[in-house]
C-alpha cells in the first residue's frame, strides 16, 4: 500500500480516523523510512509548537481585540 505523503502527516497529526490510521501504522510496519518519516514531522511540529507558543499564548493587544 502507498501511503501519500498527507495522509502520513495526517497520521503524524493524530488527525486520521481508526481505520485509516491501522492502515498507516502497517504500512510502516512494513517500511522503516515511513516511520522516520513520521519521527521527522513530530520533531518539526513539536519545533514550529515551541517557537509559537509564546506568541499563541500572549493576550490580544486591546487596539486589535477593540477591532
Known amino acids: 500500500m502507498t501511503i501519500e505523503p498527507d495522509t502520513l502527516m495526517a497520521y503524524a497529526d493524530g488527525e486520521l480516523d481508526p481505520l485509516m490510521a ?16 513520521v519521527a521527522r514531522h513530530r520533531a518539526l511540529r513539536d519545533r514550529l509548537s515551541a ?10 493587544p486591546e487596539r486589535l481585540s477593540a477591532l
Open 22 to 37: 491501522k492502515r498507516v501504522e502497517r504500512a510502516i510496519a512494513a517500511d522503516p523510512a515511513l516511520a522516520d518519516e
Open 51 to 60: 517557537g509559537f507558543a509564546p506568541i499563541a499564548a500572549a493576550p490580544v
